[in-house]
């Protein structure tokens, strides 16, 4: 009910897991704002994670698109 259209999110988030990408290069002056290591994202990602992972999150939204 909130998107009204979870097949249009599960497209965009989709489209976030294939486009993102983690950091080439850090820049180390900003190392003291870091929680995780930006050049091994899975470090602590789970740790610190506020969201499933896409994946989980794209199947849940394409099982209730037929709902709708």
Do not use: V
Request: glycine share 6%.
């Amino acid at each position: 009910m909130t998107t009204r259209d979870p097949e249009a999110l599960a497209s965009a988030l989709g489209k976030l897991a294939t486009q993102g990408r983690p950091l080439q290069k850090a820049n180390t002056s900003m190392a003291h704002l870091w929680i995780a290591d930006p050049l091994r994202p899975n470090a602590l990602a789970r740790l610190f994670s506020t969201h499933p992972p896409l994946a989980d999150r794209i199947e849940r939204l394409h099982r209730i698109g037929g709902s709708f």
